[in-house]
């Protein structure tokens, strides 16, 4: 089925450790972004990527880098987590035509740094 | 760059009464103005979308209207259902550009 996938869902880590958030898509779409979100607030983009080998910061610096090998694949990688880093991180996906705006997003990892 | 601000940033309505939501933008080259609900541990998922080219559109309870000159457009739901408690956001994009611009999301809660 075509969706949007994220792993881990949750994840409780320590200070100072590395973590990779991993998002898939299966829709074939050219552009990812993650967002950065506490649970009901507002949505912080990240990283966006509108296709292979391109990748550009947000708005919000989070000590973070991305990734865009493949299409379907749109890894974040925290060199060193910190517990301001404790936050839900959103993927989503959207495709090239430029008729269809509508973004396509992930269930979500919960990560907590203690 | 863009900036979208969203009013109010939370709202209590009974069940059956009408829910309005406020966006307001800042770049007038701004095209597309997409509303995100975004359920309780759930992912956003979009329910409405306008274009600058029209006024307004309906779909079913809910109903976007934008007026281009004011730089404004805001959400309506009718009728309204203890499932449509949720967190709206409103957002923005500027033609030919990637970002969506969010606004700060308003808590709706329907009181049945």
């Known amino acids: 089925e075509a969706d949007i996938y994220q792993t881990p869902r949750y994840l409780v880590i320590g200070t100072g450790k590395k973590i990779t958030l991993e998002c898939s898509q299966t829709?074939?779409?050219?552009?990812m972004y993650w967002y950065q979100q506490d649970p009901g607030m507002e949505l912080h983009l990240i990283h966006y990527?509108?296709?292979?080998?391109?990748?550009e910061k947000g708005d919000l610096s989070s000590e973070s880098t991305v990734s865009r090998i493949r299409t379907e694949h749109f890894p974040l990688t925290l060199e060193s987590a910190r517990p301001s880093h404790t936050s839900q991180y959103l993927c989503?996906?959207?495709?090239?035509?430029?008729?269809?705006?509508?973004?396509?997003f992930g269930e979500g990892s919960r990560l907590t740094v203690l | 760059g863009e900036n979208v601000e969203q009013h109010p940033s939370t709202l209590s309505v009974q069940e059956g009464d009408s829910a309005v939501i406020k966006c307001t933008y800042s770049?007038?080259?701004?095209?597309?103005f997409p509303w995100y609900k975004q359920e309780l541990g759930k992912r956003p998922q979009l329910i409405i979308d306008?274009?600058?080219?029209?006024g307004e559109k309906k779909d079913q309870r809910i109903a976007v209207t934008l007026n281009k000159t004011a730089k404004h457009f805001s959400l309506h739901i009718t009728e309204t259902q203890p499932e449509d408690s949720a967190v709206y956001f409103c957002?923005?994009?500027?033609?030919?550009?990637?970002?969506?611009?969010f606004g700060t999301g308003t808590s709706l809660t329907v009181i049945p």
């Open positions: 989503a996906s959207r495709t090239q035509n430029a008729n269809t705006g509508e973004l396509f």
């Open positions: 829709m074939g779409h050219d552009k």
């Open positions: 990527s509108y296709g292979v080998n391109s990748t």
């Open positions: 770049d007038s080259a701004s095209n597309y």
């Open positions: 306008i274009r600058s080219n029209v």
């Open positions: 957002a923005a994009k500027i033609p030919g550009g990637n970002q969506f611009y």
